[in-house]
């Protein structure tokens, strides 16, 4: 993803990728995180927000990251995740996919983390 931070098929197919490792995978979502995968989702988001492609997988690789981890939950909102979750919302606000991914991706980083449900609340996620 960093070799090639210019390219919305790089991206997406990279997310794509990490979302498959990371589903029901907790050896998986420890590694991801270790190696910097949250980091450059979240960055990937930030560089191509106009790329609805780029913010589905996004949302999906973060949901599965956060799924029953709770050190990637605070992780992903340490690396401004829930922001990038709510900024894909507001930018893509005519995309259900979108909006049914981000939705998804908020649930799992608020499932059982008060810091992340007051920072969904405040970054306007309710």
């Known amino acids: 993803m960093r070799r090639h931070e ?7 197919e990279a ?5 498959n490792l990371a589903c029901n995978n907790n050896n998986n979502m420890t590694a991801i995180a270790k190696e910097g995968g949250i ?4 960055s990937a988001m930030r560089r191509h927000e106009e790329s609805v492609g780029v913010q589905v997988e ?4 973060l949901a599965n ?4 981890n709770i050190a990637n939950r605070i992780a992903i909102a340490e690396a401004g995740g829930i922001e990038a979750v709510e900024s894909a919302m507001r930018k893509h606000e ?7 991914k981000a ?3 908020l649930y799992m980083l608020a499932y059982c983390n008060d810091a992340n449900r007051i920072a969904i609340a ?3 996620g309710i």
Not at 6 to 12: A, K, L, N, T
């Open 6 to 12: 210019e390219s919305v098929g790089v991206q997406v």
């Open 94 to 100: 005519g995309s259900a996919g979108v909006q049914e």
């Open 65 to 68: 990251l956060a799924c029953n």
């Open 15 to 19: 997310c794509v990728t990490l979302a």
């Open 103 to 105: 939705c998804g991706a």
């Open 39 to 42: 980091k450059a989702v979240v």
């Open 58 to 61: 996004a949302c999906v690789t």
């Open 122 to 124: 405040k970054a306007g």
